[in-house]
């Protein structure tokens, strides 16, 4: 069951651009959202001194997301050294403790969790070349740590990123069953897919239209290459499959990808009973 939540952010710099303090009712912790080009201001912030896990946030040249995932006693003076030693990151977001309620197995355990989340996933890029070795504590303390967790993946996703939330989205108790949608056509076509509130993601182990049709447009071309290229699509038994969840910004882009054609995909994507995604979509607003 979720339950409602009240966020308080503050503006540090009275700009949205600038840094961001990021508060849940009732809990120790606290985030920080730092511009990397506003990074050497927080020597104002005492408590950035503090022991605390922390993510780096850029993109390549591809405009893929990336992310890297650290911890330290000191966090101010760790993200000083990462403004000369990595410079793909643009922005961070901090996490403390209020009340210095957190140690170096601590953080050592919330970095290697958020680390195996975040490859779990898979939305971004990882940018940490080893895994971070999970320490050991007290079974009371993983507890803790553990709800220390949940509130860090909640306020990363307020706070612009959803690094640790599942592409796919399952609904409420009430109702476990999910809406997959197909396609099934020319060439080898054979997709299944959800809506989401990112937009349409295509399963894993869907498989797209070996070829495309002359008319295809060129920037579809360029996503098929550019799913091939970073090994989301590949050649499986001769043919293009889907090798883990791929969200799409719209299901027409979806449905152009997988059919090799330009295509509707309110029109194309249909439930088993051929109840098109536009009709889904009508019924479920009234």
Not at 8 to 13: I, T
Not at 268 to 278: C, G
Request: glycine share 6%; aromatic share 8%; with cysteine.
């Amino acid at each position: 069951m979720k339950f409602k939540k009240t966020i308080k952010l503050f503006l540090l710099d009275g700009e949205p651009n600038g840094r961001i303090t990021c508060e849940l009712s009732n809990w120790t912790g606290k985030a920080y959202k730092i511009p990397r080009i506003k990074v050497k201001d927080c020597t104002d912030r005492s408590d950035l001194k503090n022991p605390g896990v922390y993510l780096l946030f850029g993109k390549n040249e591809i405009n893929q997301e990336i992310i890297y995932l650290g911890e330290a006693e000191t966090i101010l003076k760790r993200l000083i050294q990462h403004l000369t030693q990595k410079d793909f990151w643009n922005e961070t977001i901090v996490f403390i403790s209020k009340d210095e309620n957190l140690n170096k197995a601590h953080i050592k355990y919330l970095e290697n969790r958020l680390f195996d989340i975040a490859k779990t996933v898979k939305r971004y890029q990882i940018e940490n070349t080893t895994t971070p070795t999970q320490s050991s504590i007290a079974e009371s303390d993983r507890a803790e740590m553990e709800e220390f967790l949940e509130n860090i993946k909640i306020l990363t996703n307020t706070l612009g990123h959803k690094v640790f939330e599942e592409k796919r989205e399952f609904k409420s108790a009430k109702n476990q069953t999910l809406e997959t949608f197909c396609i099934k056509a020319a060439r080898g076509a054979d997709a299944q897919g959800e809506s989401t509130t990112d937009g349409f993601v295509v399963l894993e182990g869907s498989m797209i239209a070996k070829t495309t049709v002359p008319s295809f447009t060129d920037n579809f071309k360029k996503l098929r290459g550019n799913l091939l290229e970073t090994g989301i699509l590949k050649k499986i038994n001769n043919n293009l499959e889907f090798v883990e969840d791929y969200i799409f910004s719209s299901p027409s882009t979806a449905a152009a990808v997988v059919m090799g054609r330009n295509a509707n995909g309110l029109t194309e994507w249909k439930l088993k009973d051929r109840t098109t995604l536009k009709e889904f979509e009508i019924k479920r607003k009234k």
